[in-house]
């Protein structure tokens, strides 16, 4: 077994999911009381979220290449930043270290492009929305890439933000959210990408009105393939 190594804590509710999605899929593949080898790096997410709010993608880079580099010198094999937004700055966090970085935007669109859509929404937030870097490297990968409209954008950054961060799931933010994917629907939309690691707790990406691709859970099958190899996958199949 692979160590995967992780830089968490933005926020730690979804690095929770992280954590716990990643040992059981580790139990469900080789049975018994297996459990994953896991390196954890968690940061404080309001140092981030400064540095975000303030355009300082270079600090942020610098923080998290350390933490990259410290996990690495640890003994991690492979590397996932537990957070769709800070891929913004995930290819110079790669060129810091000689293990692989799991890219949750590659693996998401991977996923998406086996399915046969090609234009999906995407909810995350504003950061990832509106930055653009999402929006290329799907393209990359052939997907047209659609967000709602300005007012729906700020709805979704504010329910992650002030929300889901903060470990509170509500009703109204939920039926929010469903309403946005209607209306991406009706507007040509074949599919609906869960593009911040917190919106799994809101959402249920098989209970929508498009076909729903959690990135928190694909990303974590990314590292279990990674960490296991494809013999255990197809025992388990």
Known sequence: MRTIGLIGGMSFESTAVYYKTINEAVRARLGG???????????????????????????????????????ERAGADCLLICTNTMHLVADEVAATVRVPLINII???AKAIVAAGARRPLLLATRYTMEE??????????????????????????????DELCAGTVRDAS???????????KDDGCDAVILGCTE??????????????????????AAAIDFALGDETKAAAE
């Not at 929010?176 to 991406?184: G, P, Q, S, V, Y």
């Open 33 to 71: 009381l297996h459990s994953a080898e896991i390196l954890l790096r968690s940061v404080d997410f309001q140092t981030i979220v400064d540095l975000q709010k303030a355009g300082r993608w270079d600090a942020a880079a610098d923080r998290l290449g350390k933490a990259a580099r410290g996990l």
């Open 106 to 108: 590659d693996e998401t």
């Open 132 to 161: 653009g870097f999402y929006a290329r490297r799907m393209a990359a990968h052939g997907l047209a890439l659609t967000t709602p409209g300005e007012v729906g954008r700020a709805i979704v950054h504010d329910v992650i933000f």
């Open 174 to 184: 939920r039926a929010a959210f469903l309403t946005l994917i209607e209306k991406a």
């Open 199 to 220: 919106i799994c707790l809101l959402l249920d990406p098989a209970a929508l009105p498009l076909p729903g691709f959690d990135s928190t859970a694909i990303h974590v």
